[in-house]
Every structure is written in structure tokens, then in C-alpha cells.
């Protein structure tokens, strides 16, 4: 089943994202988390640090992308022969 047209910030697609911790996450908050990362970025690369080196500045926190989980009965892949001498045969 597929639902349409809801938030991006709603419950249903966080839990589809991956669990709760992507509840409220929507293109507006990565966009300004990617905004704060961006100025960060900039303030390390162009900041006058005097002698020393430029301190870490940490990302903004995300929730994680959930991981694929991968199927122990996937077949195997075919090679363009075998598929040719699998359809000669009909």
C-alpha cells in the first residue's frame, strides 16, 4: 500500500525513513542543518586561527538513514550468455 501526499514531517514517512528519530525531520530541517554544516565549512577554511590549527567544529547531529537489508535467496547474477542460451532454449 502506498500513501500520498503526506508531510514530509509526519510520522508515517519518518517511520518509513528509517524509525521515530526521523519524526519532524523534513527538507526545511535538513536544509538548515546543511546550511549550519556549510557555514562551519567556511568559517574553518577562511578564519585567522594565528599560529595554531583550526579547530574541529562538529557536524550538526542527523538520525541515520536506515540500512538495506540484504536477501540471503537473491539470485545470482546471469551473465548476457547465459541469459541468451536460457531464452534459445524455448
Known amino acids: 500500500?502506498?500513501?500520498?501526499?503526506?508531510p514530509d514531517t509526519s510520522l508515517t514517512?519518518?517511520?518509513?525513513?528509517?524509525?521515530?528519530?526521523?519524526?519532524?525531520?523534513?527538507?526545511d530541517r535538513h536544509m538548515s542543518a546543511d546550511l549550519f554544516?556549510?557555514?562551519?565549512?567556511?568559517t574553518r577554511a577562511t578564519g585567522?586561527?594565528?599560529k595554531g590549527k583550526a579547530p574541529k567544529i562538529p557536524a550538526y547531529p542527523r538520525p541515520q538513514p536506515k540500512?538495506?537489508?540484504k536477501k540471503a535467496?537473491?539470485?545470482k547474477p546471469r551473465s548476457v550468455a547465459e541469459l541468451?542460451?536460457?531464452f534459445q532454449r524455448r
Open 37 to 42: 554544516d556549510a557555514i562551519n565549512q567556511n
Open 84 to 86: 541468451h542460451k536460457l
Open 73 to 75: 535467496d537473491s539470485p
Open 67 to 69: 540500512k538495506a537489508e
Open 1 to 6: 500500500m502506498l500513501v500520498q501526499r503526506l
Open 48 to 50: 585567522q586561527w594565528g
Open 13 to 27: 514517512v519518518a517511520l518509513a525513513s528509517g524509525g521515530r528519530e526521523h519524526f519532524g525531520w523534513g527538507q
